[in-house]
């Protein structure tokens, strides 16, 4: 998500301070008004501010409990004062635990990857990523700090386990490829990594929360052309634009030329990381808009979100102008991935023919049930905002706003793909540990360089 300043409709509204997002925003509710229950003020958000009608009668008969994917679209949901505090903190880059993501893959799904406890996300920063656990391992036991080996079986075995762990204690996940020792604890989240042929950048952050890149020497990415960095983004939040300028500074220190865009499974995030984010593509550049993107309320009102020209960083930190950029994306990649790729092609940074979506196996797309959003991304061209009701701390995410890119176009429900002319790039799973899809994709860039020469 991308934290902004508001314009337009909501800066007129004297009860609320707020800020858009794009998939899940925060608005500060000064309740100027008395309002009986918190139900009495969510009926008047949603009455203000929803983007879809909805009668009075439905809410109330709904309640605040079943408002989510009930009277309100998907994206929507009503917090509770602990609910809320929890995704502020989270989405400010603070977490605790170690860092996975797991499910247990079924072998009725025939996966071509294999079955079993598979670890699907790793997040930046964590316990998890600094021992060395990648996505695509797969889980087969764990041990505990005396050494004692627990075999797992199911996804909720491993959550209980890691559940039953202390701040503070060591344990280790047998993994496919080897054995990794962590410490459960809390952590601040690094969004951005880099790698090119012979080394990767990793953001880490100290007990203070001061950033630093690390680097390590690896062949992981040795596949990579000579000139050619591979960026993964995963989120729009934290620090992900500091994180991005201090790699992209690397990238012109290592002298790239060219740079591969990860915006696989990327689900979005604040606006106004999206709109820093923007500006280092095109600070370089001449005669690019100077529009991230707009929204439209349902008054009829328009507000416009403009590249951020205000972020402190070194011209080091700016993609040069001449550099090619190749975008990989998927049916996970929605809402302010979306509209970063709507800036990099109504500026050509990118065109169609640059984005590479993923054509998942059928295995995959069963297990997800996804088979209608294939070999396109995800299509989320709507935006929410978060009002906090003061009085209590209860929050109520609403669809407030329908989302343009800086040419016009809304792939609200849509998304962009074949259709547009993507390319695609066989992916037996949305993540696998070597990453076969982004090998195929630089197979495919080699090829069509060779076929231009």
Known sequence: MFFSKTRGRLARVGSLVA???????????????????TLDWAVAMIDMFYYYDVSEEDVRAAGLEGLNNNVLDRYSEYYTAEEYAAVISSNAGGRSGVGISFSYIPAEYGAPIGGGLYISEVLGGSPADSAGVRAGMFVTAV???DGVVTQLGSSQ??????????????????TDRGEFTLTK???????????????????????NGEMRVAFSESQTYAYLPQGTAYLNLSQFYGDAPSEMAALIERFNAEGCT???LDLRNNGGGYVDVMQKLSHLFLAEREGTYDVAMTADYKDGSIETFYVAEDFSHTDAGHLPADCTVTVLANN????????????????????????????????????????????RTYGKGIMQTTFEYQVTGEALKLTVARINWPNGACIHDVGIGEAQGCNTAKAEWSVTYGDEELQSVVRMLAADQNTAA
């Open 258 to 260: 060219s740079l591969i």
């Open 157 to 174: 075995e491993l959550s209980s386990f890691i559940a039953g762990r202390a701040d503070g204690e060591d344990f280790t996940l047998v």
């Open 143 to 145: 041990k505990d700090s």
């Open 332 to 375: 996970g990649t929605a809402s302010a991935s979306e509209a970063l790729i709507g800036v990099l092609v109504s500026n050509g940074v990118a065109g169609y023919d640059d984005i590479y979506v993923s054509d998942l196996s059928q295995s995959y797309l069963a297990a997800v049930n996804m088979q209608y959003k294939n070999c």
């Open 19 to 37: 800020c858009a997002l794009l998939v899940a925003a925060v608005a500060l509710f000064q309740a100027c008004a008395y309002y009986r229950s």
């Open 185 to 207: 604890g809390a952590y601040k989240t690094s969004y951005c990594r880099m790698a090119t042929n012979d080394g990767e950048w990793r953001i880490r952050y100290d007990g």
